[in-house]
């Protein structure tokens, strides 16, 4: 891959691009994940948070305890989260990428809320929690 890195939600008004390689690309299981999407499960791909310019309208967000989730006014497509927790970082839902594609997930997280039904035919690291290395260099 190589930057820039674009995407959108769908209708159009909103429109972001990341000036860096992806740090992160993952799904989750988790269900706070599960109703922001709507999905069975979501992948994410995770960027720095200062490599990425916001073009077109104003995102809506939506804060729950650390997590803040943006998504397009008119539309309502789920475009990104960020964490408090990981303040250097967004992590765009990879169907808001353009070419989702070029990002292929490389783990699992919160595997202990997989949905029963769900099963996922490959061989890549599962974490009962989150996947994303905090900054003291832990995985919680």
């Known amino acids: 891959m190589t930057a820039p890195h674009a995407g959108g939600c769908r209708c159009g008004a909103v429109r972001f691009e990341a000036s860096a390689e992806p740090h992160h690309v993952s799904y989750c299981h988790c269900g706070d994940c599960r109703r922001a999407s709507g999905a069975p499960v979501s992948a994410f791909v995770g ?3 200062d490599k ?3 073009t077109g309208k104003s995102l809506k967000m939506y804060e729950n305890g650390p997590v803040t989730r943006s998504f397009c006014a ?3 497509s789920p475009i990104a989260y960020v964490d408090d927790r990981l ?3 967004i992590y765009f839902m ?3 990428m353009d070419m989702p594609a070029a990002f292929t997930p490389t783990q699992h997280a919160y595997v ?3 949905l ?3 099963h996922m035919s490959d061989d890549l690291p599962r974490h009962l929690k989150t996947s994303v ?3 003291d260099g832990t995985v919680p």
Do not use: K, S, Y
């Open 47 to 49: 960027f720095p948070v």
């Open 52 to 54: 990425v310019m916001f």
């Open 74 to 76: 008119i539309c309502g």
């Open 87 to 89: 303040e250097d970082d």
């Open 94 to 96: 990879l169907g808001a």
């Open 112 to 114: 202990g809320e997989q």
């Open 116 to 118: 029963p039904f769900l």
């Open 133 to 135: 290395t905090r900054p």
